[in-house]
T-cell receptor, first 114, second 114 residues
């Protein structure tokens, strides 16, 4: 069965600092991996996805993630945090069957300090 | 603009009452999904549907029911059998049935049981 672990339920950074949100996955099949962002009381918006085309995936708002099979990781990074990046971030893995079902991690709340 | 709408945004229910949450999409997507979100638990799949007049139970279907009479609509009923219905409910849709496709999310409905 596929599963996702996000290390750190809360991450706090200063504006302009590096953002690193960690995601480790478990999958019995080649995974499809996603990062979504959620602003308070809103739905989820896709940041980026990995579908085996390239291990370094670039997304919106200067976010990127690197797929590392040996480490079963798909960490999300951004070189310089902005106040508007404050939100909750979810990593998700495809369950490897049809129907497009996803398994989500528990989420990481990112706080950005001035 | 194409997208997913959910209504109402906030919903209050007395114990013992059934309530129905609306989800409509004009993206012409085949697949639709209902998730429940609780703090610190990520998103959990309630029901999903690949085509009209067909739907499947997700991981936490007990106490919920759905219908899919039209491609663009996928309402969720929270029944009195659901023991702890207070949560944030998210509807999503996806084009096709592939496992690498992204899901698009609505803005959510926050249900509170009084």
């Amino acid at each position: 069965a596929q599963s996702v672990t996000q290390l750190g339920s809360h991450v706090s950074v200063s504006e302009g600092a590096l953002v690193l949100l960690r995601c480790n996955y478990s999958s019995s099949v080649p995974p499809y991996l996603f990062w979504y962002v959620q602003y308070p009381n809103q739905g989820l918006q896709l940041l980026l996805k990995y579908t085996s085309a390239a291990t370094l995936v670039k997304g919106i708002n200067d976010f990127e993630a690197e797929f590392k099979k040996s480490e079963t990781s798909f960490h999300l990074t951004k070189p310089s945090a902005h106040m508007s990046d404050a939100a909750e971030y979810f990593c998700a893995v495809s369950r490897g069957t049809s129907y497009g079902k996803l398994t989500f991690g528990q989420g990481t709340i990112l706080t950005v300090h001035p | 603009d194409g997208g997913i709408t959910q209504s109402p945004k906030y919903l209050f229910r007395k114990e013992g009452q059934n309530v129905t949450l609306s989800c409509e999409q004009n993206l012409n997507h085949d697949a639709m999904y209902w998730y429940r979100q609780d703090p610190g638990q990520g998103l959990r799949l309630i029901y999903y549907s690949q085509i009209v007049n067909d739907f499947q139970k997700g991981d936490i279907a007990e106490g919920y029911s759905v219908s899919r009479e039209k491609k663009e609509s996928f309402p969720l009923t929270v029944t009195s059998a659901q023991k702890n219905p207070t949560a944030f409910y998210l509807c999503a849709s996806m084009v096709g049935q592939g496992i690498g496709n992204e899901q698009f999310f609505g803005p959510g409905t926050r249900l509170t049981v009084l």
